[in-house]
Nanobody
Framework: QVQLVESGGGLVQAGGSLRLSCAAS????????MGWYRQAPGKQRELVAT???????NYADSVKGRFTISRDNAKNTVYLQMNSLKPEDTAIYYC???????????????????WGQGTQVTVSS
């Protein structure tokens, strides 16, 4: 069993900053890509940023230059530093990770997608 636990959301004024964290725990053999997605009311979930196990990053155009994704592989944790926040960044932010799990006797042959429970980010104007 694997869990992703997010923290760091909240209410902030436009122009402010927040830092989200997401820690993975459980029967983990390896973690490949990790990322953050968001879903605003009435909209589909969209990619915010991803990071590979080697540190290669990818960002949505709407957050480039304002958000920074990073990870600590030793802690199985991914972060999202959000600066210069705008009201349109308001959404529930979800952590995602592609994880290969292990049991007492074997390692799973492929990665599975895991999601956090979501954390609310609200930016007031």
């Amino acid at each position: 069993q694997v869990q992703l636990v997010e923290s760091g959301g909240g209410l902030v004024q436009a122009g402010g900053s927040l830092r989200l964290s997401c820690a993975a725990s459980g029967s983990i053999f390896s973690i490949n890509d990790m990322g953050w997605y968001r879903q605003a009311p009435g909209k589909q979930r969209e990619l915010v940023a991803t990071i590979t196990s080697g540190g290669t990053t990818n960002y949505a155009d709407s957050v480039k230059g304002r958000f920074t994704i990073s990870r600590d592989n030793a802690k199985n944790t991914v972060y999202l530093q959000m600066n210069s926040l705008k009201p349109e960044d308001t959404a529930i932010y979800y952590c995602n990770a592609k994880i290969r799990i292990t049991t007492a006797t074997k390692i799973r042959s492929h990665d599975d997608d895991y999601w956090g429970q979501g954390t609310q980010v609200t930016v007031s104007s």
